[in-house]
């Protein structure tokens, strides 16, 4: 007969009494969707997507390219231009759930960095939000709101350092 050890014993009963995360409930309902086809050399090759939008990419000069020359672009910049533009529209969305009237001059810039680490590459953002007359706290309270509400940071939190600065 089989008799099973003690250690044997433990796991089962660990297994049986493991707790498991529950699963999100969140339904996703999707607003829009997009695509994009890169072809060529990758960043040094084109993309465009099924409603028209088209680009050359370029190698930046930190990587052995000849740079952005104004009609072309790269990953870094694409990826900027995407996270400043739907920050300030979740930094707008904020302030009005805030009751928070933003300056009309607000800005958002986002400054990403690509570096090299140990397994690879990685990316490292920074992101300014220039909040002109407003007082401090307030900014940053809606500034902190917007990085929640955002889906660029939440895509990126906890993949990618971001850092939030506040100016006004």
């Given amino acids: 007969m089989f008799r099973p050890t003690t250690s044997l014993i433990l796991v089962n009963r660990a297994i049986r009494t493991a ?3 529950p ?3 969140r339904s996703f309902s999707s607003l829009y969707k997009t695509d994009s086809t890169a072809t060529g050399e990758g960043r040094a090759g084109h ?3 099924s409603e028209g939008f088209a680009a050359e990419m370029v190698l930046p000069k930190g990587l052995g390219g000849p740079g952005n020359s ?3 672009v790269n990953p870094e910049i694409l990826f900027a231009s995407g996270y400043a533009s739907c920050f300030l529209g979740a930094l707008r969305a ?3 759930n805030q009751k928070v009237k933003l300056p009309g001059n607000t800005s958002v810039n986002a400054a990403v960095e690509l570096g090299k680490v140990s397994d690879g590459f990685k990316l490292k953002v920074d992101l300014t939000v220039n909040t002109p007359g407003l007082d401090k706290s307030t ?3 809606v500034v ?3 990085h929640e509400m955002c889906p660029y940071s939440k895509a990126t939190r906890g993949n990618i350092d971001v850092s939030l600065k506040t100016i006004v």
């Fill in 70 to 72: 104004g009609q072309n």
């Fill in 144 to 146: 902190k709101g917007a």
């Fill in 23 to 25: 699963m999100t409930t």
């Fill in 139 to 141: 900014a940053e309270k």
């Fill in 19 to 21: 707790r498991v995360a």
């Fill in 47 to 49: 993309v465009k997507n």
């Fill in 94 to 96: 904020t302030a009005g």
